[in-house]
């Protein structure tokens, strides 16, 4: 199906105002190929989306709104999908966590503390020479890593695409998503990224850095944007300087995603709350507006604890049990994915099993 036929004005707007990445037809011929041979080697794609998107305030951004999100769990459930046998689109915010690394690169230890020097004595009793180790408390672990990655990487199951920004992220989604149309409902579409719902758009975005001092007596900025027009702008108060911004809504493109862009396709959204109290809410409202799959809530203080699973069927938690003494903590996406896992098997038996069959 064509994305542009069941495209709603706000969307054909949001990617007619906004300029696409300028690499994005060389990158869709690459997750086409990725697909292509995944699929023809019996395995199935999952896009992951992890991290968090900006907003930039200025075309020559120097400011832009950001959200919370480092990318755990986006990059933590691309290792568990990998393991489980999927080729993995992981679609991240340039320098959050990536699978593998993520285990090294974000920690509150620094990467060379987990090596140490091991290294000769010289005949005066003295260091001569010598060679990096990993530190053998750290060793059996990162050979389970290094391994896992190893295999990643020969086999190339796993692509990864950068964004930074909202737009970014949403001409990129779309791209794959359309790409991976030709496997049907082999496509599983995993959306755990932190993706902004408000925007400046393009026709009151300044050109330059927002300025919050006084310019009387500069030159005359080229581009200004008058005042009135901006979307972000330093207003002088009784108290004081204020920086003013008026965003739009980013229009709702989960349901074009699985509407038009991705319409076989097992699609599971997530959603997070710091309100227990509405949490629940949320899930089910979502999952009535767009109609898809599955809804992973979560809490922010709790995300790496408890999630609960919403579908038309109703809910289900699950949570990591408690650490026995002397026991590391399992990770609570190796209990999310093989569940996910077990459900798009169930959706794509029943497609194939159903009515329109054959
Ligand atoms: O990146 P992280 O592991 O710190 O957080 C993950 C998360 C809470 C962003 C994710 O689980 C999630 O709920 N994503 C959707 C957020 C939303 O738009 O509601």
């Known amino acids: ?26 990158l869709s011929r690459i997750v086409q190929g990725f697909v292509l041979r995944h699929h023809a080697a019996g395995r ?31 990059a933590t459930s691309a290792e568990y999908f990998l393991e489980a046998g999927y080729a993995v689109v992981f679609l991240h915010r340039q320098f959050s966590l990536l699978p593998y690394s993520r285990h090294y690169s974000h920690s509150t230890n620094c990467f060379l503390d987990y090596l140490s020097e091991w290294g000769r004595i010289g005949e005066d009793g003295n260091q001569a020479g010598g060679d990096v180790v990993v530190h053998s408390k750290y060793r059996a672990q990162m050979l389970d890593v290094l391994r896992k990655y190893r295999r990643a990487k020969e086999g190339r199951t796993l692509l990864l695409l950068p964004f930074t920004t909202v737009t970014s992220y949403l001409f990129l989604l779309r791209e794959v998503a359309m790409q991976m149309q030709m496997i049907g409902n082999g496509a599983l579409f995993y959306l755990a990224a932190a993706v902004s719902d408000f925007f400046v758009p393009p026709d ?17 900025t080229e581009g200004a944007k008058p005042a009135t027009q901006a979307a972000a702008t330093t207003k002088e108060t009784g108290a004081g300087k204020k920086l003013v911004i008026d965003l739009d809504p980013v229009p709702k493109f989960l ?3 699985v509407e038009g862009w991705a319409p076989e396709a097992m ?16 899930c089910r409202q979502a999952l009535e507006r767009y109609r898809h799959h599955l809804v992973i809530g979560n809490l922010l203080s709790t995300r790496k604890f408890e999630v609960v699973f919403v579908d038309k069927e109703g809910e289900q938690w ?20 093989p569940e996910v896992v077990k459900r798009h098997e169930i959706v794509m038996s029943a497609k194939k099993d159903g009515p329109m069959a054959g």
């Not at 990770?331 to 999310?336: G, K, P, R, V, Y």
């Open 1 to 26: 199906m064509n994305s542009s036929t069941i495209a709603s004005p706000d969307e054909n707007e949001y990617f007619e105002t906004h300029s696409a990445p300028p690499n994005l037809p060389e």
């Open 204 to 220: 009151r975005m300044a050109e330059h850095k927002i300025q919050s001092g006084d310019l009387s007596g500069a030159p005359e």
């Open 267 to 282: 699609i599971i959204s997530f959603k997070l709350e710091t309100d227990p109290n509405i949490l629940l809410y949320k």
């Open 318 to 337: 699950i949570r990591v049990p408690e650490a026995k003494d002397g026991e590391e903590q399992i990770e609570i996406e190796s209990l999310i994915i």
């Open 255 to 257: 349901k074009r995603l």
């Open 44 to 74: 199935h794609v999952v896009l992951v989306s992890s991290g968090g998107t900006t907003v930039p305030l200025e075309n020559q951004t120097v400011r832009f709104i950001d959200n919370f999100s480092a990318g755990t769990r986006g």
